[in-house]
């Protein structure tokens, strides 16, 4: 078994990391203040590193799991970074959230240094991270991404081959983008119809059993029912950060995207008010005063 390292154990890194382990990869995970507690995955085997090199230096695949762009960039291209101590045919996979023009400058530094790379951003939740039930979108050499799979697969139940390097980012902002968009229509609707004294259950009631059905509904339902968020905890400082990415994306191969540039707009404001929040969250800041002006 091939030895893996991972860089960002965050809410979704874990889950990942913690099936990695399960299924009996060597696992080498890089210290950093804002991983989640590591206690288990040290107790199940796998070991920690204080810096990059010595990650590198151990990892024949190496998995980076950080909030964006600027971090993924940060681990590669830093002085002490991991393309200063990549060892020759180490495989970095980059599922993190990311601009493809970024993520394809990114390989072509991978590969001149003697590496290779495959972006394989995620969709779904902390909780099916844990489960192992993640869904994947790859974009990269075919041969390299069958040869990834066995290790994928421990940690996602479905997996999108995609197409060439940065194909599996363009993608996950085009998922992210409808996805996003869609909370954030639903959020305007709620916090509308909370302002026009319709009754929660009665908007979901009628949206379920026509054109607003779907998982976007059955996420927000617990909060504009019952102002309850545990279901849905992507924040809307990550969805800032995506609406933001899919526009410069748009911008770059010159597409339309009127439509995206007001939904970041909306996030924009809802972050502005309350950073911190979640997406359903967002139903109660546009339901607030300040919102209609």
């Given at each position: ?130 489960e192992g039930r993640l869904n994947l979108i790859v ?155």
């Amino acid at each position: 078994m091939k030895t893996v390292g991972m860089i960002g154990i965050g809410m979704m890194g874990h889950g990942i990391a913690t099936n990695v382990v399960k299924h009996d990869h060597p696992l080498v995970v890089l210290a950093h203040p804002g991983n989640q507690p590591l206690d288990a995955l040290l107790q199940a085997g796998a070991k920690q590193v204080s810096s990059i090199p010595e990650l590198a230096h151990q990892a024949d695949i190496v998995i980076l799991c950080v909030t964006g762009t600027p971090e993924v960039e940060d681990i590669l291209f830093n002085a002490t970074g991991l393309l200063s101590a990549l060892r020759p045919g180490t495989v970095v996979i980059d599922c993190s959230t990311a601009i493809p023009s970024s993520t394809e400058r990114i390989a072509a530094a991978v590969q001149q240094a003697g590496g290779r790379f495959l972006d394989a951003p995620m969709t779904r939740t902390p909780k099916e991270a844990a489960e192992g039930r993640l869904n994947l979108i790859v974009g990269g050499d075919e041969s390299l991404y069958q040869e990834c799979l066995p290790l994928l697969k421990s940690f996602a139940e479905n997996i999108t081959f995609a197409g060439p390097v940065g194909s599996g980012h363009r993608l996950k902002l085009l998922h992210n983008f409808v996805s996003l968009g869609f909370s954030a229509v639903l959020a305007e609707a709620a916090a509308c119809a909370a302002r026009a004294d319709v009754k929660p259950e009665v908007l979901v009631d009628v949206l379920a059993k026509g054109g607003g059905a779907g998982v976007i509904l059955e996420r927000l339902r617990p909060f504009i029912e019952h102002g309850d968020n545990s279901g849905f905890r992507f924040t809307i400082s990550n969805a800032l950060k995506d609406m933001t990415y899919y526009d410069t994306m748009a911008s770059e191969v010159g597409a339309s995207h009127a439509t995206a540039t007001a939904i970041r707009d909306t996030y924009a404001g809802a972050y502005n008010q309350r950073a911190s929040g979640t997406v359903p969250e967002l139903v109660a800041l546009l339901a607030s005063p300040a919102a209609a002006h």
